[in-house]
């Protein structure tokens, strides 16, 4: 697999959102055959976008995991959102003003 079972994608910030983060999750986790003189020399490279702006849709593509061997792509997959982040709407920001507000104090 592209990611080991103790591996975990890490989330991605959501500005404007109702949710501060939303999780990732690989499109699609299909082995990867390769020969076995490279299976010992393969490096993962995961590359994400850090911040999205709400609102953000359950599958949007966020990001890629790339395979190499010997400087050479061996296999890539994407990076989507796992679950759905609402925009906050006005009553949301001014809520978070006043509690923010209301923290100084």
């Known amino acids: 697999p592209i990611l080991s079972e103790t591996d975990v994608l890490p989330s991605s910030s959501?500005?404007?959102?109702?949710?501060?983060?939303?999780?990732a999750a690989?499109?699609?986790?299909?082995?990867?055959?390769?020969?076995?003189e490279q299976a010992g020399t393969v490096e993962r490279t995961i590359?994400?976008?850090?911040?999205?702006?709400a609102p953000v849709e359950p599958g949007?593509?966020?990001?890629?995991?790339v395979l190499t061997s010997n400087?050479?792509?061996?296999?890539?997959?994407d990076i989507l959102t796992a679950e759905q982040v609402e925009k906050k709407g006005i009553s949301?920001?001014?809520?978070?003003?006043?509690?923010?507000?209301?923290?100084k104090s």
């Open 47 to 53: 590359r994400m976008e850090e911040q999205l702006s």
């Open 71 to 77: 400087g050479e792509e061996v296999a890539r997959r």
């Open 92 to 103: 949301d920001v001014y809520r978070d003003l006043l509690r923010f507000l209301l923290m």
């Open 26 to 36: 690989l499109a699609d986790d299909t082995p990867v055959l390769m020969r076995k």
């Open 60 to 65: 949007t593509k966020i990001g890629e995991v």
């Open 14 to 23: 959501v500005a404007l959102g109702k949710k501060d983060r939303v999780s």
